[in-house]
């Protein structure tokens, strides 16, 4: 079975998912969601540590811009999270893997086809050998 951690903001992501949930969306059942106060909290350690130990996607979802409930904080991730996408070849690890989006939590249609899609690709690349160990080793 595939593995795929989601990194969901509180306040607009994680409220998404749920409005998904409650709508009844088909949605895939690979899509672990670990609910965080905001993505411009997101250390680029959270993404990078679970795809070298092997796990074989990892999805950030946050607010929109103008519509982050701190403000900026989405801003700030995405600014961190593009540089660990270009950084992540370099452990090995294929930048596929990894996507960013942004989803409010009246989006929940929307949600449902991005981690559709991100699942899909997923399933396409087949699952991580966490061989970005054996480089950082």
């Given at each position: 079975?595939?593995?795929?951690?989601?990194?969901?903001?509180?306040?607009?992501?994680?409220?998404?998912?749920?409005?998904?949930?409650?709508?009844?969306?088909?949605?895939?059942?690979?899509?672990?969601?670990?609910?965080?106060?905001?993505t411009?909290?997101?250390?680029?350690?959270?993404?990078?540590?679970?795809?070298?130990?092997?796990?074989?996607?990892?999805?950030?979802?946050?607010?929109?811009?103008?519509?982050?409930?701190?403000?900026?904080?989405?801003?700030?991730?995405?600014?961190?999270?593009?540089?660990?996408?270009?950084?992540?070849?370099?452990?090995?690890?294929?930048?596929?893997?990894?996507?960013?989006?942004?989803?409010?939590?009246?989006?929940?249609?929307?949600?449902?086809?991005?981690?559709?899609?991100?699942t899909?690709?997923?399933?396409?690349?087949?699952?991580?050998?966490?061989?970005?160990?054996?480089?950082?080793?």
């Open positions: 079975m595939i593995k795929i951690v989601g990194f969901l903001c509180n306040w607009c992501s994680y409220g998404g998912a749920d409005t998904a949930g409650v709508c009844r969306f088909k949605q895939p059942t690979d899509l672990r969601i670990v609910r965080i106060p905001c411009g909290r997101m250390d680029p350690l959270f993404v990078a540590k679970p795809l070298i130990y092997g796990v074989d996607g990892v999805l950030v979802s946050g607010c929109h811009p103008k519509d982050c409930h701190y403000a900026v904080g989405n801003l700030h991730a995405r600014r961190r999270l593009e540089v660990l996408k270009q950084f992540l070849p370099f452990m090995g690890i294929d930048a596929r893997r990894f996507h960013y989006t942004w989803v409010s939590a009246a989006e929940g249609q929307r949600w449902q086809k991005v981690v559709t899609e991100f899909e690709q997923i399933h396409n690349l087949g699952p991580n050998s966490g061989v970005g160990l054996e480089r950082i080793a």
